[in-house]
T-cell receptor, first 116, second 119 residues
Framework: NAGVMQNPRHLVRRRGQEARLRCSPM?????VYWYRQLPEEGLKFMVY????????ESGMPKERFSAEFPKEGPSILRIQQVVRGDSAAYFC??????????????FGAGSRLTVL | AQKVTQAQTEISVVEKEDVTLDCVYE???????LFWYKQPPSGELVFLIR??????QNEISGRYSWNFQKSTSSFNFTITASQVVDSAVYFC????????????????FGTGTQLKVEL
């Protein structure tokens, strides 16, 4: 029973390029969350999605960042025109859903983005 | 607004020593969850414990124990007889209000405590 799968684990981009990070939730989980961890800091919430819906994007930067969780396939976090400040570890987590007994986020191993 | 403070940035201990990691939180919600996660050098986040705001009973799991005190808004984590494999960054986290989002899964993390256990 695979956990939350993220890829790529490491991604290097030059300034101005696009970064796409993928996340496949745990089997049976329909809720996905993205968090960002800047160097020497804790994780910061970015966005919460269900299939085909963005539930809460209050932590997403207003520009260049977008997320989706299509009906089929993994969730995608997309960063356009990356800048050096985007260098961070991006963690995906999934859960069974709101108000469920489980109510525990299972995290992936993270995708580490380096912008040159 | 929710806030989690882990005042200890880094702790170094010698193997077999006991160590306590502090966590203080702020919230206006009456219903919330508290969590501890471990991040070993490999980078993944490992869930350790979840505690809801109505359950102040302390918990012990092997060498790990947690002390939840609502009166001081603290949720401290103690490792007994520490081992080198305990070396990691430990994060305390607080969920948001279940009433607001219907989920309680949006976590506010502290900045983490780096624990180094040496031989």
């Amino acid at each position: 029973n695979a956990g939350v799968m993220q890829n790529p684990r490491h991604l290097v981009r030059r300034r101005g390029q696009e970064a796409r990070l993928r996340c496949s939730p745990m089997k049976g989980h329909s809720h996905v969350y993205w968090y960002r961890q800047l160097p020497e800091e804790g994780l910061k919430f970015m966005v919460y999605l269900q299939k085909e819906n963005i539930i809460d994007e209050s932590g997403m930067p207003k520009e260049r960042f977008s997320a989706e969780f299509p009906k089929e396939g993994p969730s995608i976090l997309r960063i356009q025109q990356v800048v050096r400040g985007d260098s961070a570890a991006y963690f995906c987590a999934s859960s069974l859903g709101p108000n469920s007994g489980a109510n525990v986020l299972t995290f992936g191993a993270g995708s580490r983005l380096t912008v040159l | 607004a929710q806030k989690v403070t882990q005042a200890q940035t880094e702790i170094s201990v010698v193997e077999k020593e006991d160590v306590t990691l502090d966590c203080v939180y702020e919230t206006r919600d009456t219903t919330y969850y508290l969590f501890w996660y471990k991040q070993p050098p490999s980078g993944e986040l490992v869930f350790l414990i979840r505690r809801n705001s109505f359950d102040e009973q302390n918990e012990i799991s092997g060498r790990y124990s947690w002390n939840f005190q609502k009166s001081t808004s603290s949720f401290n984590f103690t490792i007994t007889a520490s081992q080198v494999v305990d070396s990691a960054v430990y994060f305390c986290a607080l969920s948001d209000s279940l009433e607001l989002t219907g989920g309680g899964n949006k976590l506010t993390f502290g900045t983490g405590t780096q624990l180094k256990v040496e031989l």
